[in-house]
Nanobody, 117 residues
Framework: VQLQASGGGLVQAGGSLKLACKAA???????????LAWYRQASGKQRELVAE???????NYQDSVKGRFTISIDNSRKTVYLQLNSLEPEDTAVYYC?????????WGQGTLVTVSS
């Protein structure tokens, strides 16, 4: 199983990006039964949870991104997305996708988001 993340880049403050993370090689039923999440790690800081989609279908967001970021999935493509709107320089970080199946934890390679002021 490999999580293939994409979509990062350089954007001006106020702009938008959409990150994607495809769970290549994962059985479809495992994917739809997993907890899906996006984390980020800014330079010199610890990795932090940005958004998650729980196994019960509920979503949770870090307070600083509520109303601006949206996590979503396309089960048919085994892909989890993170829509980033109204970006701020403080959102600059490497973003990592995470899939937790309950028995195993998978991480993507990270995609860099840079927001210029």
């Amino acid at each position: 199983v490999q999580l293939q993340a994409s979509g990062g880049g350089l954007v001006q403050a106020g702009g938008s990006l959409k990150l994607a993370c495809k769970a290549a090689g994962m059985i479809w039923s495992t994917f739809v039964g997993s907890r899906l999440a996006w984390y980020r790690q800014a330079s010199g800081k610890q990795r932090e949870l940005v958004a998650e989609l729980t196994t019960s279908g509920s979503t949770n967001y870090q307070d600083s991104v509520k109303g601006r970021f949206t996590i979503s999935i396309d089960n048919s493509r085994k892909t989890v997305y993170l829509q980033l709107n109204s970006l701020e320089p403080e959102d600059t970080a490497v973003y990592y996708c995470n899939v937790n199946t309950g028995s195993r934890d998978y991480w993507g390679q990270g995609t860099l988001v840079t927001v210029s002021s």
